[in-house]
């Protein structure tokens, strides 16, 4: 109820809203995505993209310069999170947004909110599409629910093919880090993280011992409230 009041006292006249200052604008897709941070990776054996994307509104509104700094508005320094609110220094205004959230910190918007999605590129047809990531390490008032249903989350990250016919990814808030077949979207592997894996992975074959590793950096993102961390966490068939 709460957030179709919200929702009822917003601008939203679909796509491309101008964002205001008498009231906040619904901005969808959220500046999180659709496709962005993670972009999409291609396999160009088979011809198919795969891309991570999200479905999460995004709220906006203008205030004016007095009020940033009333707020305390500051340009990120590269020393801690990243703040959604913006100064927007050398124009008249600030601004304040963020996720379109309930009181119980749960997306206002209807799951899935993170989707991985194959797509032909020969043919411009989709391949499949389903849900990525599980409630497991997220829940409202930020509770962990343990629940592992395959329902959707946002993430932030992207995913890498390789040549024997595999996605990786982690990206999302549940701290996982996931193997799917590229022709068909099975998950065949799926492993827990020490922290976050907000970050796309990388593979490389040593030069020492031939074996292919796969990457990820888990460090977390405060601004998905992940487990943050230090770990850089290689994988690798036995030997």
């Known amino acids: 109820m709460i957030c179709r ?3 009822r006292r917003m601008r939203y006249e679909r796509t491309l ?3 205001g200052m008498d009231r906040p604008t619904l901005v969808q897709p959220g500046y999180g995505g659709g496709v962005n941070w993670g972009s999409v990776s291609v396999d160009f054996d088979h011809g198919i993209m795969v891309a991570a994307w999200m479905n999460l509104p995004t709220q906006a509104q203008l ?5 940033a700094k009333e707020k305390g508005l500051k ?3 590269g020393m801690g999170p990243v703040p959604t609110d913006a100064p927007m220094e050398d124009t008249p205004y600030g601004a304040v947004l963020g996720p379109f959230l ?3 910190g749960a997306p206002c918007s209807a799951p899935p909110w993170g989707l991985m999605t194959a797509v032909d590129l020969g043919t411009g047809r989709v391949i499949w599409s389903k849900p990525f990531g599980t409630a497991y390490d997220t829940g409202p008032l930020g509770i962990r629910s343990h629940l592992p249903l395959p329902m959707g989350v946002p993430f932030s ?3 890498i093919t390789t040549r024997g016919g595999l996605v990786f990814i982690a990206a999302s808030v549940e701290q996982a880090f996931r193997a799917y077949d590229v022709a068909t979207g099975e998950e065949v ?3 827990r993280l020490p922290a976050g894996g907000q970050a796309t992975p990388m593979t490389y074959r040593s030069p020492k011992s031939g074996r292919q590793f796969v990457v990820i950096a888990a460090g977390g993102k ?3 409230k992940t487990k943050q961390g230090t770990k850089i966490v290689a994988y690798a068939l036995p030997r």
């Open 102 to 104: 309930s009181p119980l």
């Open 189 to 191: 592997w799926k492993v």
């Open 63 to 67: 205030i004016t310069r007095a009020q």
């Open 222 to 224: 405060p601004t998905l």
């Open 5 to 7: 009041i919200k929702f």
């Open 157 to 159: 990250g992207g995913a």
């Open 17 to 19: 809203t101008p964002v």
């Open 75 to 77: 340009i990120a320094d």
